[in-house]
C-alpha cells in the first residue's frame, strides 16, 4: 500500500526557518518525481515546488522561490521542504504528492501537516 | 499563470441526480504534444485531495465510472451521473500544460 506520511509542522513565527519531511513506503521511491502542493485554511490548492526522481530537476512556484528548497534522500524513500524566511502567508496545510514519471497529475498523497506562521 | 475558473461555486444534490462542473481556462491547455493535461480532483471533508480524472477523459483506477470527464482547449466538465452519498466534497480541476502547474478555485458538491 502506497503511503506518503508528512511531518514537522508547527507553529513558527515570521522571520524563522522550518523543514518539513515526508517519508514514502509501499513504492519505489527513487522511481516518482515527487511534489509538496499547500492549502491556506478554508482555501484552495497552490502547488509549491517539484523534484524529479534523481534530483536533476526541481521547480518551485514564484511565492516561495528564493525561500525554499525542496530536496529528497532516496536512500532513506524521505521528501524534505525547507522553508526559510516564513511569512504568514505560507500558513497552510502542506502535502506530499507522487507523481508518475511520466504523467502530469498526482496520484497519492500525504494526509498534509499543518504550518503556521503566527508571532 | 494560467487561470482556472469553476462553476458553479457550491452546488446542491439529491441522490441519483445527475451534475456537471464547469472549468474555464484563460488559455488554451492543448501541449505541443497533441495532449491537454487537464485533470480532476475530489477532496472530501477532512481527507486529502485524490485524483479522479486526467487528461480530460481518463478514469483513474479504481474510480466509479459514474464520474465523466469532456472537453478541449479552454472548456472542460466534470459530470457525476447519478450522485451517491460518499460523491460530497470539493472538486478541484487542474493544469499540467502550462508552468507553473494550477488548480481551480473549487466546487463544493453538498448532498440535499
Known amino acids: 500500500e502506497v503511503q506518503l506520511v508528512e511531518s514537522g509542522g508547527g507553529l513558527v513565527q515570521p522571520g524563522r526557518s522550518l523543514k518539513l519531511s515526508c517519508v514514502a513506503s509501499?513504492?519505489?521511491?527513487?522511481?516518482?518525481?515527487m511534489n509538496w502542493i499547500r492549502q491556506a485554511p478554508g482555501k484552495g490548492l497552490e502547488w509549491v515546488a517539484y523534484i524529479s526522481s534523481g534530483s536533476s530537476y526541481i521547480y518551485y512556484a514564484e511565492t516561495v522561490k528564493g525561500r525554499f528548497t525542496i530536496s529528497r534522500d532516496n536512500a532513506k524513500n524521505t521528501l524534505y521542504l525547507q522553508m526559510t524566511s516564513l511569512r504568514s502567508e505560507d500558513t497552510a496545510l502542506y502535502y506530499c504528492?507522487?507523481?508518475?514519471?511520466?504523467?502530469?497529475?498526482?496520484?497519492?498523497w500525504g494526509q498534509g501537516v499543518m504550518v503556521t506562521v503566527s508571532s | 499563470d494560467v487561470v482556472l475558473t469553476q462553476t458553479p461555486p457550491t452546488l446542491s444534490a439529491t441522490i441519483g441526480q445527475s451534475v456537471s462542473i464547469s472549468c474555464r481556462s484563460s488559455?488554451?491547455?492543448?501541449?505541443?504534444?497533441?495532449?491537454?493535461?487537464l485533470n480532476w480532483l475530489l477532496q472530501r471533508p477532512g481527507q486529502s485531495p485524490q485524483l479522479l480524472i486526467y487528461s480530460v477523459s481518463n478514469l483513474e483506477s479504481g474510480v466509479p465510472n459514474r464520474f465523466s470527464g469532456s472537453g478541449s482547449e479552454t472548456d472542460f466538465t466534470l459530470k457525476i451521473s447519478g450522485v451517491e452519498a460518499e460523491d460530497l466534497g470539493v472538486y478541484y480541476c487542474?493544469?499540467?500544460?502550462?508552468?507553473?502547474?494550477?488548480f481551480g478555485s473549487g466546487t463544493k458538491l453538498e448532498i440535499k
Open positions: 487542474m493544469q499540467a500544460t502550462h508552468a507553473p502547474l494550477t
Open positions: 509501499g513504492f519505489t521511491f527513487s522511481n516518482y518525481g
Open positions: 504528492a507522487r507523481r508518475p514519471t511520466v504523467a502530469t497529475y498526482f496520484d497519492y
Open positions: 488559455q488554451s491547455l492543448l501541449d505541443s504534444d497533441g495532449d491537454t493535461y
